[in-house]
């Protein structure tokens, strides 16, 4: 088959003017470029500041580093399958490709309705904390939709250029970031030196309050992680670079997690951060900053945490971007948002469908005077959430399949023991997450609307690849065009 480098062109003799076949893509995304993306998405600063509290109050233990810890191995694991299997589907839809190529076209569509529902979600989300923050920041009385609404037309505005810009912002967002959560890493190291105090985290601490929920409060840290998959067609060499970007960013994401809590559980106290997580989980670890660091620096995470939500808002755009990029691509979207922007080599116009989409939304919200906070960031990021981990779940299932259609040429670990394990593994955290769901939802009422609505976009996808079956089916089978069923590599 041909190599995905050479693919044809989206549109011959007549294609809108200002637009490009896919070969014109900017393909120069190299590893360090796709993990900076995918551990900005991930908010290295944000996870150690405002979900690990949480994460702690809520599974009522100091057990948080061995949490980040499990969900590493089982994401490492997950991606032995999953980066094997992408030298053989080089649609850039990344999880929903792979659900396609496993389970078929009507699944796959469905799935991939589920992908734009949950980081469509998880952008709104991300934009309406980030207007909040800013305005707690400032003090100056602006009303946080301002900000949230400057923040969305920033994103427009990198989104619809070549994705190697806002690689570049990215990186100075995360690279500062890092240096705030590692100062005080180190500050906790000497301080408890210096004062004799104890760094052990005993393991013994997991046999208090619901391990459970520390294990799917830490798989929420990953999401975003597939971006390594959705940027295929604009990195260079895929075959090596998307395996080998897809296991840095689970280590990275997940050791960096693991050290940071370690080091906040220890700073605090294995015997006090519970409740201090409880009491004030907004200050708690921008305080432990403070004590150990230095007030300076403390005020610094203050403000970098409301660049790390426009670090996630970025890099959710650019993976909604893709996502309706490769549908368009399918017709199950329309074309036009197929297609490449000739100056600056990028689905610009998908990029537009969905800045216009998520400004909607949020003008919604605004107009119908929801809390950002409690009501949109909170709803969306349980939206998002359940999606992504029903995704996974579908994705592992799926390699399952493929694998014993396909010849790979690779052993038993790669293609039935590693899959088998993920399965198992997804479909626990899956059964957590929907068992404790009103704990992000806030109410009963609540959790059963917003997991209605995720099912309701599978029904829309499958709904739309049936109805695509039935009035063209020449479409219907081009859905899985690419996709390797001989065991041949398409790259």
Known sequence: MDSPNSSAPIAEAGTPKGTAPLSLLSRNLGVPSIVFMVVAAAAPLAVVAANLPVLIAQSGNGGAPYY????????????????????????????YSYIQA???????????AVAVCSYSMLLIGVTAYFGVATENLLSTGIPWWVFSLGLLALVALLGYRDIELSSKVLVV???????????????????????????????STLGAGVPALGVMFAFYSFIGFEATAVFRNEA?????????????????????????????????????????SAD???????????????????????????????????????IVTRYVFA????????????????KHHAPSRASLLVSAFAAACLIAAIAAGLDPVTVVFTLAGAASSLGVVILMTLVSVAMLVFFRRVDTGKGVWHTV???????????VILVLVVTNFSLLTGTQAQAY?????????????AVGAMIIRSRRPDLYDKLDDGAATEGQPVG
């Not at 997690?257 to 294995?270: K, L, Q």
């Not at 023991?417 to 479909?427: H, Y």
């Not at 609307?449 to 829309?460: E, H, P, Q, R």
């Open 236 to 276: 260079r060499d895929p075959d090596r670079t998307i395996p080998r970007a897809t296991y840095v960013a689970v280590i990275v994401i997940g050791l960096f997690s693991a050290v940071s809590a370690w080091c906040v559980v220890a700073g605090v106290g294995v015997d006090t951060v519970v409740q201090a």
């Open 173 to 203: 967002a995360l690279v500062l970031e890092i240096i705030v959560v590692v100062a005080m890493n180190i500050g906790v190291f000497v301080h408890s030196g210096s004062a004799g105090s104890s760094l052990s985290v005993p393991l």
């Open 327 to 342: 549908l368009a691509q399918k017709n199950v979207l329309p074309a036009a948002f197929g297609e490449v922007s000739t």
């Open 68 to 95: 980040f810890l499990v969900c590493t191995v089982l994401l490492g694991v997950f991606s032995v399958g999953f980066t094997l299997m992408s030298r053989y589907v080089p649609n850039a839809g990344a999880f």
């Open 102 to 112: 496993g389970l078929g076209r009507i699944t796959g569509t469905g799935a991939a």
């Open 280 to 318: 004030d989980p907004e200050n708690v670890v921008l305080n432990l900053m403070g004590s150990v660091a230095g007030a300076i620096l403390a005020d610094i995470a203050r403000v970098l945490l409301v660049t790390s939500f426009f670090a996630c808002a970025l890099s959710f755009h650019n």
């Open 449 to 461: 609307g917003v997991m209605g609505f995720v099912l309701a976009s599978f029904v829309i996808g």
């Open 417 to 427: 023991i590693a899959p088998t394990v993920s399965t198992l593994g997804l479909g």
